[in-house]
Nanobody
Framework: QLQASGGGLVQAGGSLRLSCAAS????????MGWFRQAPGKERESVAT????????YYADSVKGRFTISRDNAKNTVYLQMNSLKPEDTAVYYC?????????????????WGQGTLVTVSS
């Protein structure tokens, strides 16, 4: 029900925009977020957004470089990633939950996308 896309190979300093399209239900009242998991590392929260878009959270490692946004009319959440670094290389997952952005932030969301691979070359 969550389909992530937009990953790919990019050089350091470049940009990518990830999209997560929801289907099967209306996610406009759900908090949503992006997570990532690099090889050999645990999954970590990257960015979270409240259902209305008024509240956002970013991991310290991406603040100032990544921007999360949503278009509830399109049932889609985005992650604009600028100034990419090799350490941003990971599989990126989107997540959604109706219980609020705190639940999503803690990785306890009920709905998860399949992941999209982002590779940043040095």
């Amino acid at each position: 029900q969550l389909q992530a896309s937009g990953g790919g190979l990019v050089q350091a300093g470049g940009s990518l925009r990830l999209s997560c399209a929801a289907s099967g239900r209306t996610f406009s009242s759900y908090a949503m977020g992006w997570f990532r998991q690099a090889p050999g590392k645990e999954r970590e929260s990257v960015a979270t957004i409240s259902w209305g878009g008024g509240s956002t959270y970013y991991a310290d490692s991406v603040k100032g470089r990544f921007t999360i946004s949503r278009d509830n009319a399109k049932n889609t959440v985005y992650l604009q990633m600028n100034s990419l670094k090799p350490e941003d290389t990971a599989v990126y997952y989107c997540a959604a939950d109706p219980r609020g952005w705190g639940v999503v932030l803690r990785g306890r969301a009920d709905y998860w996308g399949q992941g999209t691979l982002v590779t940043v070359s040095s």
